[in-house]
């Protein structure tokens, strides 16, 4: 009986030091698993910029992984900001009077003082467009979609046009009008217009998008606000 006493005590003494060593090994290889990566920083808020010169998109529609991208775009340094982190001067150079031809009556009474950014670049002052050229063609229905003027505040009229080969003016855009007011546009195009202010002040201009996915169904962007500094 000792014997087998002492047998068993050193069976279970063996069994004991393989449960540790192999223990040991387990917590070992766990150890040396590196732990996940941290979850990123949420982005921190953007330094305001105002943009006054150069050639500039705002809107710039985009439509990237199902989703509505409407940005500023500064073209000349292939910047692209968010709306909220630019802002879109019209210096005092680009004010004009209205002129006594009845077709520019929208604009105001003859005589008025009218500021607006010029659709033939001016180098002294912000050479403004709106582009679609970042939507694939084939996404859209038609390669077509729905560009709104949503809301205008202001101390004026915001007024978006453009003026044909024969001086003939193309009211895009009146916010004298009731809003909301669509244009449908192509995409895949870069163009340029005039974009004019009755007042002098701070202006904020909603925008947003739509349009009929080849892939079936409607969809329409959040409203988003373009604010321009004008004079």
């Known amino acids: 009986m000792r014997r ?7 069976n279970r003494r063996l069994r004991l030091l393989a449960v540790s060593f192999f223990g040991g090994l387990a917590l070992l290889g766990a150890a040396c698993v590196p732990p996940p990566p941290p979850p990123p920083p949420p982005p921190g808020p953007c330094t305001p910029v105002i943009l006054e010169g150069g050639h500039v998109d705002a809107p710039g529609i985009a439509f990237e992984d199902g989703a509505w991208d409407i940005h500023i ?3 000349d340094n292939d910047i692209e900001y968010e709306s909220d982190c630019a802002s879109l001067k019209v ?3 680009a004010e004009l009077t209205v002129p006594a031809n009845p077709d520019f009556s929208f604009l105001g009474s003859t005589g008025d003082s009218v500021w607006i950014l010029p659709q033939v670049e001016d180098p002294d002052l912000l050479f403004l467009g709106y582009a679609t050229e970042e939507i694939e063609s084939g996404t859209f229905v038609g390669d077509e979609i729905d560009w709104s003027l949503v809301d205008v505040e202001g101390p004026g009229d915001f007024k978006v046009y453009s003026v044909g080969a024969f001086g003939t003016p193309t009211v895009l855009f009146d916010s004298a009008g009731s809003l909301p007011q669509v244009q449908t546009i192509e995409t895949g195009e870069h163009t340029h217009a005039n974009w004019a202010f009755t007042a002098e002040g701070d202006y904020t201009v909603t925008y947003a998008a739509s349009g009929e996915l080849t892939s ?3 969809i329409t962007s959040d409203p988003v606000e373009f604010t321009f500094i004008v004079g």
């Open 4 to 10: 087998a006493e002492m047998s068993e005590n050193r």
């Open 73 to 75: 775009h500064d073209e």
């Open 91 to 93: 210096k005092e150079e």
């Open 216 to 218: 079936g169904g409607v």
